[in-house]
């Protein structure tokens, strides 16, 4: 049975940061790709940051460019987001997610989804 475990969100002033965790199980991480997506209020679904397992390359959303860093656990079963520099508009819902393929962008070419766990920027 896959599941992904999310944690890590939570309340933060703007120019804070958060590290969020994904515990991964139940399938062959090297042949995904996982990551963080996320919905805010009214909003659909977008990805933020993902990892090809085989080799490591990442895919950033542009606003959140030199500002988010995602890694995998030494195990390979975790997937990390740390976020810095955090705005308003960072305030979302943050999912987990792992889809079988390299390189998958779409949000409907992911199979397997965490909860969420919410992120809020504010002052």
């Known amino acids: 049975e896959v599941q992904l475990v999310a944690s890590g969100g939570g309340y933060v002033q703007p120019g804070g940061s958060l590290r969020l965790s994904c515990a991964a199980s139940?399938?062959?991480?090297?042949?995904?790709?996982i990551g963080w997506f996320r919905q805010a209020p009214g909003k659909e679904r977008e990805a933020v940051s993902l990892?090809?397992?085989?080799?490591?390359?990442?895919y950033y959303e542009d606003s959140v460019k030199g500002r988010f860093t995602i890694s995998t656990g030494n195990a390979k079963n975790s997937v990390f987001l740390q976020m810095s520099s955090l705005k308003p508009e960072d305030t979302a819902v943050y999912y987990c997610?792992?889809?079988?393929?390299?390189?998958?962008?779409?949000?409907?070419?992911?199979?397997?989804w965490g909860q969420g766990t919410q992120v809020t920027v504010s002052s």
């Open positions: 997610a792992a889809g079988e393929g390299y390189g998958l962008v779409l949000t409907s070419e992911f199979t397997y």
């Open positions: 990892i090809n397992s085989r080799d490591g390359s990442t």
């Open positions: 139940g399938f062959t991480f090297e042949t995904y790709t």
